[in-house]
């Protein structure tokens, strides 16, 4: 994590040029950097339960500021995008516009279902590693959670060598959702939050399949409900244009690399720490 952000504030040196708000990003990382370096020398010379648990806890709830930071970098390195591509490869997957067909099935209540299925993704990401955190076996929750970062620091990067808008924002902004209130004030909150870029590949495919799969394994009681809400959540954003098809395939992909890299990394690290004990 510490790398990230410092990759990031160097980034934000280099291309400062392309960098709208450069001084913003710059200070954001660079504090981000810093703080991180001094909680992890406090915390290693105090060794205190308080410390332990922020250190444990905040990669996790830092993630949607984190994640707000990538509207820096959409074009940072690349004037182009990939959207073009991406529509046409769902157009050759699957023989039209899946965004078109399923609001051609939809209705107001669904449409708020969906934008509501939307929101859920960081809590997802929180109930989840809540749920293995307070079983007795902690390195579950340390492997789900290792495995999250790294399915999303790495979509987080791509987004910067891969810039893609999402469809919403290149072919249906004059195509608004027809739905209730839940639609409307999920669409204002989006509106004020997200930011065009950060589409491909699919942070929510890469994380939220991979918190299913632990849920499953490790917490089953709980495994229907987040299997049903990432079903959900992976449907709206297709429905809602946040994402393509071809988004998913491709973090469903990434979210696998992750999974693979992350438990064998903290196997490792386990080991290593196990012999120095000794």
Not at 44 to 71: A, C, M, Q
Not at 114 to 122: K, N, T, V
Not at 188 to 212: D, Y
Not at 221 to 230: E, K, M, Q, S
Request: hydrophobic content about 50%; proline content about 4%.
């Amino acid at each position: 994590m510490v790398g990230f952000h410092l990759l990031m504030t160097l980034l934000t040196l280099i291309f400062r040029e392309n960098i709208g708000d450069w001084r913003i990003a710059f200070w954001k990382y660079l504090f981000s950097t810093a703080a991180m370096i001094l909680l992890r020398v406090i915390n290693h010379r105090f060794d205190r339960p308080g410390l332990n648990f922020i250190s444990e806890w905040y990669p996790i709830l830092s993630l949607p500021w984190v994640y707000s930071g990538t509207k820096y970098f959409v074009h940072a390195l690349f004037p182009w995008t990939i959207d073009g591509l991406l529509h046409r490869a769902d157009l050759a997957l699957l023989g039209g516009d899946p965004t078109l067909f399923l609001r051609s099935l939809g209705s107001p209540w669904f449409s708020d279902l969906m934008q509501a299925s939307y929101c859920l993704f960081f809590g997802l990401i929180f109930f989840s590693c809540l749920i293995l955190y307070l079983k007795k076996g902690r390195w579950q929750f340390e492997n789900l959670q290792m495995i999250i970062l790294t399915a999303l620091y790495g979509t987080y990067l791509l987004f910067i060598l891969l810039p893609a808008h999402s469809p919403r924002f290149i072919y249906y902004h004059g195509l608004p959702l027809s739905g209730g209130w839940v639609t409307e004030q999920v669409g204002i909150f989006i509106g004020k939050t997200a930011h065009r870029g950060g589409a491909f590949p699919s942070g929510h495919a890469a994380a939220s399949v991979a918190i299913c799969v632990f849920m499953w394994r490790y917490a089953r009681l709980w495994a229907p409900l987040f299997i049903i809400i990432t079903l959900l959540l992976l449907l709206s954003t297709v429905y809602g244009g946040y994402h393509y098809v071809a988004d998913l395939l491709a973090g469903f992909a990434y979210g696998g690399i992750s999974c693979l890299l992350a438990i064998l990394w903290n196997r490792h690290w386990r080991k290593s720490l196990n012999g120095n004990l000794k």
